[in-house]
């Protein structure tokens, strides 16, 4: 793999004389892949059927006589003035009822077919006329699909889509009625053109008719991505479709929008994350307030990686402070550098940096960029250099995919949507939930993989975990049948039908043959009470009452007697919310059970296995001696002394692994 850095360029905020030498910057900086245009509708189509590419055409020219190779978005993020006022009806409609005005950017509802075909013919008249142009290396599809919560509107135009969607699911009002459980509060209805949208409503609206609003909404992001797609490989053949996701974003599906990508990619903002994203306490966040959380970044990596078969990009990476946040301190030195190892370590192909220089003007003049507004290096710009000459150097020795994890956990979005539906306690979120047991298998040294629950692929992996996932599919129940290793199920997996309800038999509705176990019933906890295990460790905010049967094997059981953790034959379920204590243990037992080596890891050190190398990377303060871990001889990259923000590379067999 040619491992390549990048960054975003906005040529139509900058004077054109000055395009030529940001373009050899750029190059004699070492850099690939320039991002353009992806919010320059206003730029490239004043007013209606009046396009204006010449300017396009140029910079993409000024680009690639460097020797640069140009990513091209479409600009439907950015709608322009004159559109709006056409159709002011394709504004998004918040859950509040207020339109969301014309004035930033994402002011579009998905639902909105006229704006869809408005999206179509930007898409296809740039792909047109630069779809052939040797400069063009690929594309990406407008820009960070949901960022300021925009998958959801409750328009008049989403509701007519939703009950046109619903009449194709349902075919009758009666099959809706009973799917739902309409009898309920008497909220059945005669004729699907009676369905409201699920919000304004006195009290919480029908879980399963919030449900199959938020089924509705992903696909309509999907319907909107692929259409864009669809012109950019008909007319631009060759070149790689993309799309920019982005962090703790659960709004709609994203692998089901990555069916349609080449390559999906994600904006990493590490400092903003930890302060505006991360459900850790202030001690946590002081910790690390100048490098990130150390296992945010990864996560995206890992479960990014997934949605788009294995290729991947980091779009957007934090080169200073951004402007979004609570608070925006800078990265402390070195950090930059170690993110773009980060992102490589987890199979990323391209680390672009956002921005090449920093705006004086508008929304974002106080996010850093490479340069400073006056075009001097800013501190970011020295560590991009630093990667370049280390990738050079270092390229070649290193396998080109990460290869299989020694984990798999099943990771799936409508799981997120069930659970904001209906939490049950304040703490109880999926997103939350899934990343507390990729920490606790990254503080033991473990590499991750996530894989979709549909259709699921666990064949080669030691460990799969499955944490709460909504229902169930025929295929993963015999996914989890045919593996040969571990399986650690819960909490909440299971807990209900497609339609949300309970299922018949009792939560978490596995064949006996699977597991022979019921959930009776289940309590959520304050923080403050947690239940305590007779063995150590305690379950937190979420606990199961579990009734088991002849063949399953009670392994852990909380101080008043009640089963925890079962087992039957190598599938075990876990009835509660573990805190990390806990946690580390079980995953140990299982771990050991097939011999997968592991490394107790400090807060601020992890580890990640590509191909024949392993990474270490230094989130926290102070020095790590790698030889603790087992490493011995001469890192590929680094030393065995690991300074804060240090990044080192080391030989599988060199490493203790």
Same mark, same amino acid.
Request: charged share 25%.
């Given at each position: ?17 000055q395009w ?8 004699? &900086? ?28 140029? %910079?993409?020219?000024? @680009?690639?006589?460097?020797?640069? $190779?140009?990513? !091209? ?7 322009? $003035? ?16 207020a ?26 008249? @740039? ?34 889509? /939703?009950?046109a ?14 799917? =739902? ?53 008909a ?37 903003? /994350? ?21 296992d ?11 949605t788009?078969?294995?290729? =991947? ?21 070195g950090m930059?550098? !170690? ?16 921005? =090449?220089?920093?705006?004086p ?9 490479l340069?400073?507004?006056?075009? *001097?290096?800013?501190?970011? /710009?020295?560590? %991009?250099?630093?990667?370049? %000459? ?20 099943i ?16 703490? /109880? ?20 993989d ?20 909504? *229902? =169930? *599919? ?13 399986? &650690? ?20 509705? &596995? ?27 305690? @379950? ?11 063949? *399953? ?6 101080e ?22 806990l ?6 037992? @299982? ?9 107790? &890891? ?5 580890l ?17 001696? !790698? ?8 890192p ?5 002394? !690991? ?11 060199s490493?203790?692994?």
């Amino acid at each position: 793999m040619n491992r390549t850095l990048g960054v975003c360029y906005y040529p139509e905020h900058w004077p054109e004389t000055q395009w030529a030498e940001d373009a050899a910057r750029m190059a004699k &900086l070492g850099l690939t892949h320039v991002r353009i245009g992806e919010f320059a509708w206003s730029r490239l189509e004043p007013k209606r059927g009046c396009y204006d590419f010449d300017w396009l055409a140029r %910079a993409i020219d000024t @680009l690639h006589a460097a020797g640069l $190779k140009v990513v !091209l978005g479409t600009p439907t993020a950015t709608p322009p $003035k004159w559109l709006v006022d056409e159709m002011p009806d394709m504004l998004p409609v918040g859950a509040d009822g207020a339109v969301r005005k014309f004035g930033s950017r994402r002011h579009y509802d998905f639902s909105h077919d006229g704006y869809l075909e408005e999206s179509k013919r930007i898409t296809l008249a @740039l792909a047109k006329v630069f779809g052939q142009h040797p400069g063009i290396a690929a594309w990406q599809t407008d820009n960070e699909y949901d960022c300021h919560n925009t998958t959801l509107s409750y328009s008049p135009v989403a509701r007519r889509g /939703f009950q046109a969607w619903l009449q194709r699911k349902y075919q009758s009002p009666d099959a809706l009625n009973r799917a =739902w459980g309409n009898v309920f509060w008497s909220m059945e209805i005669a004729d699907f053109g009676e369905i409201e949208l699920p919000n304004l409503t006195v009290t919480e609206a029908n879980p399963s008719h919030v449900m199959d609003y938020r089924r509705y909404a992903s696909d309509m992001v999907v319907r909107f991505n692929k259409a864009q797609a669809d012109i950019i490989r008909a007319h631009s053949p060759g070149r790689d479709v993309i799309h920019n996701f982005m962090g703790r974003t659960m709004a709609f599906d994203h692998f089901d929008v990555g069916a349609d990508l080449d390559i999906s990619s994600w904006d990493s903002y590490p400092l903003g /994350f930890l302060e505006d994203r991360s459900d850790q306490g202030d001690a946590w966040k002081r910790q690390f307030v100048r490098a990130g959380d150390p296992d945010f970044q990864a996560f995206h990596h890992d479960l990014y990686r997934a949605t788009s078969k294995g290729r =991947w990009w980091v779009m957007e990476q934090q080169p200073g402070p951004v402007n979004w946040a609570p608070h925006n301190p800078a990265p402390r030195d070195g950090m930059v550098r !170690l993110w773009s190892w980060e992102a490589f370590a987890h199979g990323a192909e391209t680390v672009s940096y956002f921005r =090449w220089r920093q705006a004086p003007f508008a929304q974002e003049q106080m996010h850093a960029g490479l340069l400073r507004p006056d075009s *001097t290096e800013a501190e970011g /710009f020295e560590e %991009a250099a630093q990667v370049t %000459a280390e990738l050079r150097k270092l390229d070649t020795e290193l396998d080109a995919q990460p290869g299989k994890a020694d984990v798999a956990i099943i990771f799936d979005y409508p799981s997120a949507w069930a659970w904001e539906i209906q939490p049950q306690g304040q703490e /109880f979120d999926y997103f939350r939930l899934v990343f507390d047991f990729y920490r606790g298998l990254r503080r033991l040294g473990l590499s991750v993989d996530f894989v979709s629950a549909s259709p699921p692929d666990l064949e080669g992996y030691g460990l799969v975990v499955i944490p709460g996932l909504f *229902t =169930w *599919t025929a295929g993963l129940i015999e996914a989890i049948r045919a593996h040969d290793g571990p399986v &650690l199920i819960g909490p909440r997996s299971g807990s209900k039908t497609p339609d949300f309800a309970i299922p018949e038999g009792l939560p978490p509705a &596995l064949p006996d043959v699977v597991l022979q176990v019921r959930v009776a019933r289940i309590e959520t906890l304050r923080a403050d009470t947690p239940i305590a295990l007779s063995g150590g460790g305690t @379950l937190q905010f979420w606990r199961e009452f579990l009734e088991t049967g002849p063949d *399953t094997e009670v392994l852990l059981t909380a101080e008043d007697g009640v089963p925890a953790l079962v087992r039957q034959d190598n599938i075990h379920y876990l009835g509660g919310w573990p805190d990390q204590d806990l946690l580390r243990s079980i995953i140990l037992s @299982l771990v050991d059970s097939v011999g997968m080596i592991t490394k107790d &890891l400090p807060d601020g050190i992890r580890l990640r296995r590509h191909g024949s190398h392993v990474f270490a990377l230094n989130y926290g303060a102070t020095n790590f001696d !790698l030889a603790s871990l087992g490493w011995t001889g001469t890192p590929l990259l680094g030393e065995l002394v !690991l300074k804060p923000s240090g990044v080192a590379i080391m030989q599988v067999s060199s490493a203790g692994h």
